[in-house]
């Protein structure tokens, strides 16, 4: 049941409103960041995972006003308010209810994505980026964004990558294993560590699955 679920990763009722209110005030670097390193034309095409009150759609919305703006995120609550957030814009959107998981959308689909602060709720971390992968054109950009947890143990996150002080390090190892290149980007967002990762070519992953 909804309630049973921990607001940061279902925001839900009441509280769940007043946690977007709070959620989307906390993360304002985070999306300024993000926002910096994404480069889309009017015509852009772009993806978010967990997109929450939907601040950072309605920044990419601005900006790719003949393209397409999408995502998915758990919350019912967190997709009506996106929705609504980016209804009075007149720029084609797709928010769902759903994970990164399973992406409806073909394949190359979008030029850029972004996960702010949900990575440490992905259950299937490999399954996850590699459907991101999937759907994003080669040499398009992922903007990866972790929330620092300093040296807590935290065990209640879905994310077994997330539940130890190497968080960031796994990262960039599942990234390379599901068809990123991805580098660190400093200075990082607040106290959140950035990940800047660009989609690998067909041609490149079979290059690099060969045996030396």
């Known amino acids: ?10 925001p839900h009722g009441l509280a769940g409103r007043i946690f977007g209110v709070l959620m989307e005030r906390t993360n304002r670097p985070a999306y300024e960041r993000a926002a910096s390193l994404i480069d889309l034309s009017p015509e852009g095409r772009f993806l978010e995972i967990g997109f929450g009150t939907g601040r950072l759609a ?116 599942l990234l390379a294993r599901t068809g990123f290149s991805a580098g660190r980007v400093r200075p990082d967002a607040g106290t959140s560590a950035v990940i800047v990762a660009a989609a690998a070519s067909d041609a490149d992953q079979s290059a690099a699955r060969k045996p030396i």
């Open 1 to 10: 049941m909804a309630d049973s679920v921990p607001q940061p990763m279902r």
């Open 58 to 173: 309605e920044m990419m919305a601005s900006r790719a006003t003949a393209g397409l703006v999408a995502g998915v995120d758990p919350s019912p609550l967190m997709v009506e308010t996106a929705r609504r957030r980016l209804h009075h814009m007149g720029v084609r959107h797709e928010l769902l209810e759903g994970t990164a998981e399973i992406l409806p959308w073909p394949d190359a689909s979008f030029d850029a994505a972004a996960a702010l602060h949900s990575f440490q709720f992905w259950p299937d971390p490999v399954a996850a980026l590699t459907e991101i992968r999937r759907v994003l054109r080669p040499g398009g950009r992922l903007i990866l964004i972790l929330r620092n947890h300093g040296r807590r143990q935290l065990d209640w996150l879905p994310n077994p990558w997330s539940r130890t002080p190497n968080e960031i390090e796994d990262a960039l190892t």
